[in-house]
């Protein structure tokens, strides 16, 4: 079956101060009516359902997620005790998924996300889901550039594995983190290159045994805490799992390092928002390049964001 897997622990300082402790941006309407967080669990409920859908995020949000996404169930939220980046949270809940379903296939997703139309996005997850399932690789979704952007990383392609149902699947090159501007723009021009979405979707038998090859001291330490799941020492061993492991990203620590990664080409509108600056892609701007999200009125700005 397939899991939803939602990374939802950052803060959002970059928002400020919008975006507080005590309301961070995955739980702010920055783009609609729903929240951030909202709109990514939507996006995937017509192929995933709610009870195989698992946030991850920190402690102290927990209860704020509980509060404001009402079918969410607190089993369905893995608290983090601190931030450890993404390759220990995704570690975390393929040892929980495993635990309930060792054929089990995660699709993780960020609750930042914007992404258009959300019908291509289950297009490429089921794609995705299907050569995870049937074969041993880990795959990433990769976005078609629409500028030379210096704040993505970067997915160089190889040749073609296969494509399923349309949708072209490639073997990857090599992962370039956040480039400098004349990088991005060869990269951009140069069309070989994909946005490297932190979208990914593999088995978790799969990113499991990835992890234990690139990351040993991580899965040693994932080991030892699986075998706590569901006992009453679960929290304290936890927080044993995470004192006992370095930050790192899943990139860093696993895609650049194995040998068994595919990308897909992911033809969707998709954008990070992680700053003001997002906004203004995607919101309507008055003569004098202002975007105004409610019911402000400004005199004499120019190229000014107001919420």
Request: net charge negative.
């Given at each position: 079956?397939?899991?939803?897997?939602?990374?939802a622990?950052?803060?959002?300082?970059?928002f400020?101060?919008?975006?507080?402790?005590?309301?961070?941006?995955q739980?702010?309407?920055?783009?609609?009516?729903?929240?951030?967080?909202?709109?990514?669990?939507d996006?995937?409920?017509?192929?995933?359902?709610?009870?195989?859908?698992?946030?991850?995020t920190s402690?102290d949000m927990t209860?704020?997620?509980l509060?404001?996404?009402?079918?969410?169930?607190?089993?369905?939220i893995?608290a983090?005790?601190?931030?450890?980046d993404t390759?220990?949270?995704?570690?975390?809940?393929?040892?929980?998924?495993?635990?309930?379903?060792?054929?089990?296939?995660?699709?993780v997703?960020?609750?930042?996300?914007?992404?258009?139309?959300?019908e291509?996005?289950?297009?490429?997850?089921?794609v995705g889901?299907q050569?995870?399932?049937?074969?041993?690789?880990?795959?990433?979704?990769?976005?078609?550039?629409?500028?030379?952007?210096t704040a993505?990383?970067?997915?160089?392609?190889?040749?073609?594995?296969?494509?399923f149902?349309g949708?072209?699947?490639?073997?990857?090159d090599?992962?370039?983190?956040?480039?400098?501007?004349?990088?991005?723009?060869?990269?951009?021009?140069?069309?070989?290159?994909?946005?490297?979405?932190?979208?990914?979707?593999w088995?978790?038998?799969?990113?499991?045994?990835a992890?234990?090859?690139?990351?040993?001291?991580?899965?040693?330490?994932l080991?030892?805490?699986a075998?706590?799941?569901g006992?009453?020492?679960?929290?304290?061993?936890?927080r044993?799992?995470?004192?006992g492991?370095n930050?790192?990203?899943?990139?860093?620590a696993?895609?650049?390092?194995?040998?068994?990664?595919?990308?897909?080409?992911?033809?969707i509108?998709?954008?990070?928002v992680?700053s003001?600056?997002?906004l203004?892609?995607?919101?309507?701007?008055d003569?004098?390049n202002?975007?105004?999200?409610?019911?402000a009125?400004?005199a004499?700005?120019?190229e000014?964001?107001?919420y």
């Amino acid at each position: 079956m397939i899991y939803g897997v939602i990374l939802a622990g950052g803060r959002g300082e970059r928002f400020w101060p919008l975006s507080r402790m005590q309301r961070p941006k995955q739980l702010l309407k920055l783009i609609s009516e729903k929240t951030m967080l909202q709109e990514t669990i939507d996006r995937v409920l017509p192929l995933i359902p709610m009870e195989r859908i698992v946030v991850v995020t920190s402690e102290d949000m927990t209860p704020l997620i509980l509060n404001e996404i009402k079918s969410m169930k607190a089993e369905n939220i893995l608290a983090e005790p601190f931030g450890r980046d993404t390759c220990l949270a995704i570690g975390l809940a393929a040892e929980h998924i495993k635990k309930a379903d060792p054929d089990g296939v995660m699709v993780v997703l960020s609750a930042d996300h914007i992404i258009k139309p959300p019908e291509k996005l289950l297009d490429i997850i089921k794609v995705g889901a299907q050569v995870a399932a049937d074969e041993d690789k880990l795959i990433t979704i990769g976005i078609n550039p629409t500028r030379p952007e210096t704040a993505y990383g970067y997915i160089k392609l190889a040749e073609m594995y296969k494509a399923f149902e349309g949708i072209p699947v490639y073997e990857v090159d090599s992962f370039t983190e956040k480039p400098k501007t004349a990088v991005a723009q060869q990269y951009y021009y140069g069309r070989k290159h994909l946005w490297n979405s932190g979208m990914f979707i593999w088995s978790v038998s799969s990113v499991l045994t990835a992890i234990n090859q690139c990351q040993p001291n991580m899965a040693s330490q994932l080991d030892e805490y699986a075998v706590k799941i569901g006992t009453d020492e679960e929290t304290v061993a936890r927080r044993e799992l995470y004192e006992g492991c370095n930050p790192i990203s899943i990139d860093f620590a696993v895609l650049e390092n194995a040998e068994n990664v595919l990308a897909i080409r992911g033809d969707i509108v998709w954008d990070d928002v992680g700053s003001w600056n997002a906004l203004e892609r995607y919101k309507s701007k008055d003569i004098n390049n202002n975007v105004v999200i409610g019911g402000a009125i400004i005199a004499d700005s120019f190229e000014t964001t107001v919420y």
